[in-house]
């Protein structure tokens, strides 16, 4: 099971409109039930990210990071989105 980390500045807002779109894909590339999302404020995204396989961040992602990082504007602009959804596929791939 893949842990998922899903920040944003509070850890409500923007994190949860990309969790939904990022379980999409995730679902559509059959990957449902193989991995956890758990959201948090940005400010707790390096301790959250300790054990986990993923931060996907609406925000410039802390220094120090134990898991790869992938941006989470993509999900919300759209600009770039096929280019963090094929990341996000690789590291859930490994």
Request: with cysteine; net charge negative.
């Amino acid at each position: 099971m893949k842990k998922i980390v899903l920040a944003c500045g509070s850890g409500i807002a923007t994190s949860t409109a990309v969790a939904q779109k990022v379980s999409s894909l995730l679902n559509d590339n059959g990957y449902d039930g193989k991995y956890e999302i758990v959201q948090c404020a940005i400010s707790e995204a390096k301790e959250t990210c300790a054990d986990a396989d993923l931060l996907v961040a609406t925000t410039v992602a802390p220094d120090g990071l134990e898991c790869p990082y992938v941006s989470g504007v993509p999900f919300l602009t759209g600009v770039g989105r096929p280019a963090a959804e094929q990341e996000i596929l690789s590291i859930m791939a490994r």
